[in-house]
C-alpha cells in the first residue's frame, strides 16, 4: 500500500499563488508516475497535471503555463506550484500516484485539500 499525505491547500484571491505538496510512504517501490487531479461538487475529477519518474511533465490545457509540477525523488514528495489563480481553480484537489508492479498499473489517492479562490 502507498499512503499519500496531501498539504498546501487554503484560501487565496485571484492572481495569487499557493504551492501543493504531497508525500508518499509505504510500498514506494516501482512508482511510475505522481500527479493531481481537482474535482468540484457534481462534476467528475479532472486531471490537472503529472510527473513520472524520469521527469516527464503532463498537464491539463487549463493550467498550462500556470501551474508546475515538480517532484523531490529523494523524498517522495511531489509538489504543484500554482500560479496566476482563477476561481475557476476552486476545487478539491487530489494527489495520485501510480505504481507499477507485474505489469500491472495501480492507482492511488490521497484524501484532498481545498484550494478556494475568491476575492
Known amino acids: 500500500q502507498v499512503q499519500l499525505v496531501e498539504s498546501g491547500g487554503g484560501l487565496v484571491q485571484p492572481g495569487g499563488s499557493l504551492r501543493l505538496s504531497c508525500a508518499a510512504s509505504?510500498?514506494?517501490?516501482?512508482?511510475?508516475?505522481m500527479g493531481w487531479y481537482r474535482q468540484t461538487p457534481g462534476k467528475q475529477r479532472e486531471f490537472v497535471a503529472r510527473?513520472?519518474?524520469?521527469?516527464?511533465?503532463m498537464y491539463a490545457d487549463s493550467v498550462k503555463g500556470r501551474f508546475t509540477i515538480s517532484r523531490d525523488n529523494a523524498n517522495n514528495t511531489v509538489y504543484l506550484q500554482m500560479n496566476s489563480l482563477k476561481p475557476e481553480d476552486t476545487a478539491v484537489y487530489y494527489c495520485?500516484?501510480?505504481?507499477?508492479?507485474?505489469?500491472?498499473?495501480?492507482?492511488?489517492w490521497g484524501q484532498g485539500t481545498q484550494v478556494t479562490v475568491s476575492s
Open positions: 509505504g510500498s514506494i517501490s516501482s512508482i511510475y508516475a
Open positions: 510527473i513520472t519518474s524520469g521527469g516527464s511533465t
Open positions: 495520485n500516484v501510480m505504481r507499477l508492479r507485474a505489469a500491472v498499473m495501480y492507482d492511488y
